[in-house]
C-alpha cells in the first residue's frame, strides 16, 4: 500500500511489465534447461519443467533465485537478518539486507520488523490450516525484500506476491496446442491448504543440496527509503487518535499485501489473457472465476464438459466492448500508475457470496482489477471503506478485512475465523459470522517415492499409476476423495484408460519423463482442490542385443528420436543419467538440429569411431559447484546391463574417450560403477560413499584421460572380479566420487564417449593383452571384412577369433609373419583374436562394423 498521491504496487503492480509467455513444451528426461552447460547454473527438477516459477506480476525466477539463503553477515556488532527467520504463526519471515527491518538492535528496524511479524500473526490466527496440527513443522516461507533488491520506486509505499510453480520453458517435443492452462493456485494457497510444503515432489526433496530452508512461497516489500511517510504506533488510527494525515499505516499496508499473496488477486491482463498467456492455454485465478462485467457476463469461461472445474478457462468472447478499459482513448489502453479514476456504471464486479464493484479505471491499470471500489459501493467514500481498495487512506487506519473481504477469503478457499486481531493493538474485529468452511481438498504432487520414480516403465506398456490420492488432504473421509481430468501435459496421443476412483493406466510411445495433471476433489462435497502433478518415466527400450555384451546398445545408435537439443540422452535406447539433474547429451547425426549433430556440434568436432556409425555420447564435469556433493557437477551415464553379474567372476569393462575441442583444459580419471540398485540421485551426479560398499564394484582408471584423446578416441578398459553379490546390474560410467581433476584450479571437462562393453573374461584367458607390444599390427581397426595381422619379429603359428563371451568361432594355423583374414560373415561388434606366436600369446581387441 502506498500514500494517497500514488497507487500501491501490488500483486500486478504498476512498475513491473508483464512477459508474455510462449511454450515450447517438450519431454526430457532429467532435464533439459542445461542447454548451453553453464558452469554458473544449477538446475533443480526432472525436465526442468518447474526450475522457473512466476510471480502474479509475470516475472520469472529461476528456484536459484528463490532459494533461501544460509550465509550470515554482521554489521558494526549487530545482527544482519539475511538468513536468520523469524517465526510468526504457519508463517516464516526472512528479512533481506536493505528491508529496513535486517538489524536487530536498531529501535526503528526492531520497530517496523515487530508490526509486520504481528501482522502475519493476526492473519496465521485468522486462518484454519493443517499446518497448525500437531507435529507439523512445515512453514510458508515470505521473503521480506529491499526495495532495490525489486527495484521500487521511491513514491511507492509496498508491493508483493505469491509465487506460482508450474509446467514452464523446457527442449524437446513440441507439445502440439494442448491447452495446459487452468485455474491456479499459487504456492502460499497450496502449502496453507494441504499442510505440506507446496514444492514436494516436484522440486523436495528431489533435490539434495547443502541449502536445507528450501525455496521461498512469495514475498513482499515496504519502502522505508522512499517518500511514503510511515505510521508505526498502534495508538493513533483516527482523527479522534491524532491519527498523523498523508501518513500510512504500515500495520494496514501489510494486512493488505498479505490478503493479496493468500489470492485476492486477477491475472487478468488487459487484452483478456492471462499475465502468465502462453500459447498452450491461459491461467487464470479462483479470483478471476467471480468477475463479471456490469451486466452480469463472467469475464473468463471454459466447457465444463472437458476441462470441469480448474482447466481450459479462456476470455470469454462474450464479452463485449472495452470492459477492461472501458474509456480509454490510448493504446495501448494501459494506464502505468494510478488514475484513481471510476465510473460506477461501467465498473466490473467481484460475484461470490457477495457481490462488490471492482476499481475498473478509464484505462487499464496493472493490478486494478485486484482491487475493489468503494465509491461505488453503498455510498462510501472513495479509498475510505475496502482494505482492498486501489489507494491507502491517509486519514485513518484500515487495519482489518471488511466482511465482504473475509467473504472472497472463503469464496477462493480459505477457512478463517469469526474474529480477527486483537484489542490491545486496536485490530480487532468481530464479524458476527461463524468460521467458514472454505475449500477442505487440497492435492501434493507425486511420482516419487523414497527418493525414486514411482511411476515408470518401457515405452508402448502399460504403466499402473495409483495411490496418487494417499498424500492429498482431505478434511472430510478419505473415501469421497476422488480425482479426475488426467491428462498428460505435453504428450497428446498419451493414452490414459483403466481410470478407478484409486489409480488409472498409463501408456505412451514417447520416452522421457512425463509430467500429468489431475485435480483432486470431494464427491459429496463437490470441492475441488488444486491443479496436481505426477511424474511418469518412460524408457526407450532397446529391441537388438549385442549377444556377448552386457551393455545395452553401447554404441548408442540405436534410437526412436533423433536429439533435438543437448541433454537428451534418454533417446538413446538403453541410456539414462544419474541424477535428476543434470542429464548428459546424446549426438547423432540423424539429428536436423547442428548442436547435437555428428562429426560437428556445439562442442567441437569429433567423428564416430567405427566408420559408418553416427552416434555417441557427451558429458559435462565441473568443479567448484559449492551448493552439489563434494562440489561437482557431473553429467554421469546410467544402464542397465541385460542381466546380473554372475558372482565371484571375472569381466572386462571397456568404453572409448575423447575430449571435447571447446572444453580440452582439464582431465578427469573416469570411473565405473555397477550396483544391485537403481540409484535416482540427487546429488548432481555424484554417488554418494554410503552408496560404494564392498559387494559393488567401483573402478578408477589410473591415468587422466587429457588432451591425447583430443584427436584420437582413447579406449579405457577395466578388468575386474566381481564379490558374492548376485544382484549386480546398475552400471555408472563418468566422474563419480571424490572426482580427481588434473587440474583442480582449472577449467570444466567436456567428454564424448561411445562404444561401452561389458563382457566377461573368457574361461579360456582370453582378454585384449601386451598393448606395449609393437611386434603384433592389427589393421584396419575398425574393418568390415579384411583384417591384416603382421608380426615383425617372429612368424605366427596361428590365429583365434573369439567373441565377447569367449566362444571361438575360426581357427587357422599358417606359419606366417602376416596374415589376412576376411570377418565380413560376421556381425557387427567386437571380437578377440589370439595370435599364437613363437614368442608367445597376444590377444587384440577388433571392432567390426
Known amino acids: ?430 464479524y458476527g459470522a461463524a468460521t467458514c468452511a472454505g475449500v477442505t481438498i487440497g492435492g501434493v504432487n507425486d511420482g516419487f517415492l523414497n527418493g525414486v520414480y514411482a511411476y515408470q516403465g518401457n515405452t508402448g506398456t502399460n504403466i499402473i499409476v495409483d495411490g496418487i490420492l494417499n498424500n492429498d488432504y482431505t478434511s472430510g473421509l478419505s473415501s469421497n476423495l476422488s480425482f479426475e481430468f488426467v491428462q498428460d501435459v505435453y504428450d497428446p496421443d498419451a493414452i490414459i484408460s483403466g481410470i478407478t476412483p484409486t489409480s488409472f493406466t498409463f501408456k505412451s510411445y514417447v520416452p522421457g519423463v512425463h509430467v500429468l495433471r489431475y485435480v483432486p476433489f470431494d464427491n459429496i462435497t463437490g470441492q475441488r482442490g488444486n491443479i496436481t502433478y505426477i511424474y511418469v518415466n518412460v524408457f526407450n527400450n532397446c529391441s537388438n542385443f549385442t549377444q556377448s555384451n552386457l551393455v545395452k546398445n553401447g554404441n548408442f545408435e540405436e534410437h526412436n528420436y533423433a536429439p533435438s537439443y543437448t541433454s537428451q540422452i534418454y533417446k538413446s535406447c538403453g541410456w539414462q543419467c544419474t541424477s535428476y539433474f543434470p542429464s548428459p547429451d546424446y549426438f547423432n547425426s540423424d539429428s536436423t538440429y547442428p548442436h547435437v549433430s555428428i562429426p560437428s556440434n556445439i562442442f567441437g568436432t569429433q567423428a564416430d569411431k567405427v566408420p559408418g556409425n553416427h552416434a555417441y555420447a557427451g558429458m559435462y564435469i565441473s568443479r567448484n559447484r559449492p551448493n552439489l556433493l563434494q562440489n561437482v557437477y557431473s553429467e554421469s551415464l546410467k544402464t542397465e546391463l541385460t542381466g546380473s553379474l554372475q558372482p565371484n567372476t571375472k569381466y572386462q569393462l571397456s568404453f572409448d574417450v575423447s575430449i571435447a575441442d571447446n572444453h580440452q583444459f582439464n582431465a578427469i580419471k573416469f570411473q565405473a560403477f555397477i550396483t544391485d540398485t537403481n540409484l535416482e540421485l540427487t546429488t548432481g551426479g555424484i554417488i554418494p560413499n554410503a552408496n560404494i560398499t564392498s559387494d559393488k564394484v567401483f573402478l578408477t582408471n589410473p591415468n587422466f584421460s587429457g588432451t591425447s584423446s583430443l584427436t584420437e578416441w582413447e579406449t579405457i578398459t577395466f578388468t575386474f572380479t566381481t564379490g558374492n553379490n548376485p544382484n549386480l546390474k546398475y552400471l555408472y560410467i563418468g566422474g563419480l566420487n571424490n572426482v580427481q581433476f588434473q587440474n583442480n584450479n582449472g577449467p570444466d571437462v567436456y567428454y564424448f564417449i561411445d562404444n561401452v562393453s561389458l563382457v566377461p573374461f573368457s574361461q579360456l584367458g582370453l582378454s585384449e593383452s601386451n598393448f606395449e607390444n609393437d611386434d603384433v599390427e592389427i589393421f584396419p581397426n575398425p574393418t568390415n571384412s579384411i583384417v591384416n595381422i603382421k608380426n615383425s619379429k617372429s612368424s605366427i603359428k596361428s590365429i583365434e577369433l573369439y567373441d565377447t563371451a569367449g566362444r571361438i568361432l575360426k581357427a587357422e594355423k599358417v606359419n606366417k609373419k602376416e596374415i589376412q583374414i576376411d570377418i565380413s560373415n560376421y556381425q557387427i561388434g567386437t571380437y578377440l583374436i589370439k595370435i599364437i606366436t613363437s614368442n608367445g600369446d597376444v590377444v587384440k581387441k577388433i571392432i567390426k562394423y
Open 1 to 430: 500500500m502506498k500514500n494517497n498521491q500514488h497507487k500501491k504496487r501490488s500483486i500486478s503492480s504498476h512498475f513491473y511489465k508483464i512477459n508474455r509467455f510462449v511454450y515450447i513444451a517438450i519431454f526430457i528426461n532429467c532435464l533439459s534447461f542445461a542447454q548451453d552447460k553453464k558452469a554458473s547454473e544449477i538446475y533443480y527438477t526432472p525436465n526442468g519443467m518447474f526450475d522457473n516459477v512466476i510471480d502474479n506480476h509475470g516475472n520469472a525466477f529461476k528456484l536459484s533465485e528463490i532459494e533461501i539463503a544460509k550465509s550470515q553477515s554482521t554489521e558494526t556488532g549487530k545482527t544482519i537478518l539475511n538468513s536468520q527467520s523469524f517465526t510468526s504463526g504457519i508463517f516464516e519471515l526472512y528479512f533481506e539486507n536493505g528491508s529496513g527491518m535486517e538489524t536487530v538492535g536498531n529501535s526503528v528496524h526492531d520497530q517496523r520488523r515487530a508490526i509486520i511479524l504481528q501482522a502475519f500473526l493476526d492473519i496465521s490466527n485468522f486462518i484454519n490450516t493443517p499446518l497448525k496440527n500437531a507435529g507439523n513443522t512445515n512453514k510458508v516461507k515470505i521473503w521480506i525484500r529491499s526495495p532495490v533488491g525489486v527495484g521500487l520506486q521511491v513514491n511507492i509505499g509496498s508491493t508483493s506476491s505469491a509465487y506460482y510453480s508450474f509446467p514452464t520453458l523446457s527442449s524437446g517435443i513440441n507439445n502440439q496446442g494442448i491447452d495446459i492452462g487452468g485455474i491456479l493456485d499459487n504456492e502460499i494457497w497450496k502449502t496453507i491448504h494441504t499442510g505440506v510444503d507446496s514444492y514436494a515432489n516436484t522440486v523436495l526433496p528431489i533435490v539434495n543440496t547443502n541449502i536445507a530452508d528450501g525455496f521461498y512461497h512469495g514475498w513482499a516489500c515496504f519502502n522505508f527509503s522512499g517518500t511514503v511517510n510511515w505510521n508505526l504506533d498502534y495508538n493513533k488510527y483516527n482523527s479522534a487518535t491524532a491519527y498523523p494525515v498523508n501518513y500510512i499505516d504500515l500495520y494496514s499496508t501489510v494486512i493488505h499485501e498479505i490478503t493479496h499473496v493468500l489470492g485476492f488477486n486477477s491475472l487478468i491482463n488487459y487484452y483478456g489473457n492471462s499475465a502468465f498467456y502462453n500459447n498452450p492455454g491461459n491461467y487464470y485465478t479462483r479470483y478471476d472465476k467471480n468477475l463479471k462485467t456490469s451486466s452480469d457476463v463472467p469475464l473468463i469461461i471454459n466447457s465444463p464438459l472437458t476441462g470441469g472445474q480448474m482447466y481450459g478457462f479462456n476470455y470469454n468472447s462474450a464479452v463485449s466492448g472495452p470492459v477492461l478499459y472501458p474509456s480509454c482513448t490510448v493504446f495501448p489502453p494501459e494506464f502505468n500508475g494510478n488514475s484513481g479514476t471510476f465510473n460506477c456504471l461501467t465498473s466490473l464486479k467481484y460475484v461470490g457470496n457477495v457481490t462488490v464493484p471492482v476499481y475498473t479505471p478509464s484505462c487499464f491499470e496493472k493490478g486494478s482489477l485486484s482491487h475493489f471500489e468503494d465509491a461505488c459501493y453503498n455510498g462510501n467514500s472513495n479509498d475510505q471503506y475496502f482494505m482492498m481498495s486501489d489507494k491507502a487512506s491517509s486519514l485513518f487506519a484500515k487495519r482489518t478485512l471488511t466482511s465482504e473481504e473475509r467473504q472472497v477469503l472463503c469464496d477462493i478457499g480459505y477457512s478463517v475465523g469469526g474474529t480477527f486481531g486483537n484489542t490491545s493493538n486496536f485490530t480487532y474485529k468481530d
